[in-house]
């Protein structure tokens, strides 16, 4: 394929969708678990509610469609093809924009916010708010090609977003990402790919080395928010950082699995009444679900976090223009004070009182402006 950028659209064979409904139809469900709660996993009435929605309502060729309306294209940077989303905004003088996705989510967190984005004036903003977006999947999920070889983590993934946005005709644009976008949004930051002008982080990076000795009440409740996180959420971490091939084949074998997988980080990371349906709805969750199941990437988006958690990941000085919006229901609330000792150049700060981890997908107006009101200040 070599610098080309080549038009992909989406089509999965109809005998793929049998399989999955076959695959659902024979599920081995375990016991019922003893506690009235989550505390011991996602609850077995909740996933059998999702999984009956998967396979007796669910369309998949709804969201197929919404994907193929927007452009996926398709590209090989550094010998490994990236999938993408471009959508150009009919404002001439709209500001390229890249965001990325994390993981348990995909290109799917984004879609609700591409209209408000690229035609701000449709949805009652300005033209000088409108965005050209470009959405990649990161390597080894979605569409995009898994890698082959190691070395694929977030510096060289933040190396290929610059080309591809090179490729794409942009010399000037920002970039916008939380959880593994946050990451690779850093990373940008800090090797500055040409006409990169600004970041922005729904999930900013700044948790210091040592905690400090007196912490403000900000900075106690983040704390305690990390304790909480390390003691009681850091298991699926840890096995995609250590043994993502493992893991693999049970979530390469078994649709449920796969779901129940990522529907349990929809419950814990996001601002819901109790449960995921709250915030989003099921047609919603299984759509971005879809995109690991169809594309047999469990394993190799967990690779990910082996990648990225050898060679150690923490706060690092951003030295570049930089806005920051702290959802509260996030993992953790990052305390304006982190934020500045890291970014020095900080250009837009916010605390917002609703939403969690996947703002975009959970409270697309919000991070909508949001994003708009950071990027004004570069435009």
């Known amino acids: 394929m070599g610098a080309e950028v080549q038009s992909a659209p989406i089509h999965i064979d109809e005998e ?55 452009g996926p294209s398709v590209t090989e940077i550094d010998g490994l093809d990236i999938f993408f989303l471009h959508i150009r905004s009919k404002h001439a003088d709209a500001m390229p924009l890249i965001m990325t996705h994390g993981w348990p989510g995909s290109v799917i967190e984004f879609l609700k916010c591409v209209g408000p984005l690229t035609d701000p004036t449709a949805h009652g903003g300005q033209a000088s708010d409108a965005f050209h977006l470009v959405l990649p999947s990161l390597p080894g999920y979605g569409f995009s090609a898994k890698p082959r070889e190691t070395g694929w983590g977030a510096k060289r993934i933040a190396q290929a977003w610059g080309v591809l946005m090179q490729r794409l005709g942009y010399a000037r644009y920002v970039a916008q990402g939380g959880d593994w976008g946050a990451v690779v949004t850093t990373a940008m930051g800090l090797i500055r790919p040409e006409g990169l002008a600004a ?103 967990a690779r990910l976090y ?40 900080l250009i837009y700060w916010n605390e917002l009182d609703r939403g969690g981890h996947f703002a975009a997908f959970e409270q697309p107006a919000l991070f909508v402006e949001e994003v708009r009101k950071c990027f004004r200040l570069v435009r």
């Open 199 to 301: 970041v922005h982080l729904n999930m900013p990076l700044v948790v210091p080395k040592e905690p400090p000795a007196n912490p403000s009440p900000a900075e106690a409740r983040a704390l305690a928010q990390l304790d909480a996180y390390r003691r009681w959420d850091t298991g699926y971490s840890i096995q995609q950082m250590t043994r993502p091939q493992t893991l693999g084949y049970g979530l390469a074998d078994s649709p449920v699995g796969q779901a129940a997988w990522i529907y349990e980080k929809f419950y814990a990371w996001t601002d819901n009444q109790g449960a995921p349906e709250t915030v989003l709805s099921r047609d919603e969750l299984l759509d971005n679900i879809m995109l690991y199941w169809l594309t047999n990437t469990g394993a190799s988006s």
């Open 16 to 70: 793929e969708l049998r399989d999955l409904g076959a695959r659902l139809r024979r599920v081995r469900w375990p016991d019922r678990e003893p506690v009235a709660d989550w505390s011991q996993g996602a609850p077995l009435d909740h996933v059998q509610a999702l999984i009956a929605h998967w396979r007796d309502a669910y369309d998949w060729r709804r969201c197929e469609a919404a994907l193929n309306a927007l």
């Open 306 to 345: 082996w990648e990225s958690f050898r060679g150690g990941l923490g706060a690092v000085n951003l030295d570049f223009p930089a806005g920051a919006s702290v959802f509260p229901k996030d993992i953790y609330t990052a305390p304006r004070a982190w934020c500045e000792r890291c970014m020095p150049k």
